[in-house]
């Protein structure tokens, strides 16, 4: 059973441009949620999406935004790439009704 | 807002101790907590799920325990082993979608 995968690994970016993101969540899932997490910081909830609408937003200016698709894979996309937008992004798959939530690896972001 | 706090920021233990990790909480109103260790640059890895119905979980050398009404959970490692350093992050679910997550105990067992 494959668990929750995220592309790319790593990615390299200027100020200004644009980026998007991919996950894939674990089999039987239905739920992603994005996060963002600075280097020894806990993750910050960016935003969830459930049958393809956003359902709930972190505090997360609008450059951040999202898709999900009808096989439940998402993206996150960030426009006008900031400094401070560097970090490690996560994302979390779930299910009702705990929504116990499974991680994948991470895209590892920086912004030059 | 739920603000979430874990003590200690770090600790370094030597192998074969039995350890607790803190983890406190502002609101009582929770779903449930969840407990993950996270390796350097790496993802999280899910260790136990605590419902808000229950006081606590077991999953091998580990054990979870959730108080609600104080706002407390702790996470006790039995046996500590150089494998499992790493940094234990706990996650409040209020009753919506989103997690709360505290900055982490980074744990180092010495051989």
């Given at each position: 059973d494959a668990g929750v995968t995220q592309s790319p690994t790593h990615l390299i970016k200027t100020r200004g441009q644009q980026v998007t993101l991919r996950c894939s969540p674990k089999s039987g899932h239905d739920t992603v949620s994005w996060y963002?997490?600075?280097?020894?910081?806990?993750?910050?909830?960016?935003?969830?999406y459930y049958e393809e609408e956003e359902r709930q937003r972190g505090n997360f200016p609008d450059r951040f935004s999202g898709h999900q698709f009808p096989n439940y894979s998402s993206?996150?996309?960030?426009?006008?790439?900031l400094l401070g937008d560097s970090a490690l992004?996560?994302?979390?798959?779930s299910r009702q009704p705990s929504y116990e939530q499974y991680f994948g690896p991470g895209t590892r972001?920086?912004?030059? | 807002k739920q603000e979430v706090t874990q003590i200690p920021a770090a600790l370094s233990v030597p192998?074969?101790?039995?350890l607790v990790l803190n983890c406190s909480f502002t609101d009582s109103a929770i779903y449930n907590l969840q407990w993950f260790r996270q390796d350097p640059g790496k993802g999280l890895t899910s260790l136990l799920l605590i419902q808000s119905s229950q006081r606590e979980q077991t999953s091998g050398r580990l054990n979870a325990s959730l108080d609600k009404s104080s706002g407390r959970s702790t996470l006790y490692i039995a046996a500590s082993q150089p494998g499992d350093s790493a940094t234990y992050l706990c996650a409040v679910r209020p009753h919506g979608n989103q997690f709360y997550?505290?900055?982490?105990?980074?744990?180092?067992?010495?051989?």
């Open positions: 963002q997490q600075a280097l020894g910081q806990g993750p910050q909830f960016i935003f969830q993206e996150l996309n960030v426009n006008a790439l992004y996560l994302c979390a798959s972001l920086t912004v030059t | 192998e074969g101790e039995n997550f505290g900055t982490g105990t980074s744990l180092t067992v010495i051989p």
